[in-house]
């Protein structure tokens, strides 16, 4: 997506060769209008595929996920972390490991906003060793909700998440795929 490449171009910061900083529009500034632009984008891609629910995680896919739903009419529910749940049989919960930020979340979700019979578009800002979205697939299996596809805004795909989810037989399909952050160089594949 060509907007987008060119706001990581112009915008984002190289923290070293893993770590793309994009917080002046997507991870803690949010420029609406490039959300806006993501929202029309990926609702074009996935009209018609009978998509019933966006699921996000906070914090940071809540921005590019509300304004997919709002493309596609759909609502959109995230994935709250917590660091103690108390056990709730209303919640879909999951166990999620950051290589990034070497933390261990569980994440969970309301049965009451996700179940069976619903056809799930899972939606994240990155996708780095692809954990997250493995948790949110589990929380659409514990409701017995089927998957679309995985949309994600920005991949890194010098680390191993597309991978593992493709070999999991998903569809993974990303905004933009960055190969490299070496030599302070972004570099886009595709
Ligand atoms: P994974 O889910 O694909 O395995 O990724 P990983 O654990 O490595 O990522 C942990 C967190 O770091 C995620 O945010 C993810 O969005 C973020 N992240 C990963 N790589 C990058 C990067 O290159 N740049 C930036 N800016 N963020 C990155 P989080 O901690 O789950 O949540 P939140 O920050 O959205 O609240
Ligand atoms: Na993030
Ligand atoms: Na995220």
Redesign the pocket.
Known sequence: MDALKQMILKQGKV?DE??????SF??HQIDPKLMDKIGRHVANTYKNKGVTKIVT?????IAPAAFIGLHMDLPVVFAR?QKSLTMNSELLMSE??????QVT?TIAISNKYLQEGDNVLVV????????????LIELCKQAGASIEAISIV?E?SF?E?RKLLEDKGYKVDSLARVGSLKNNQIQFID
């Open positions: 923290l893993n770590i793309l900083k994009v917080d997507l991870t995680i906070e914090s940071s896919g972390k999620v490991y950051s290589f990034t930020k979340n994240d800002d990155f996708l780095a060793n692809g954990q997250a979205a493995l948790g920005i890194k680390q998440g």
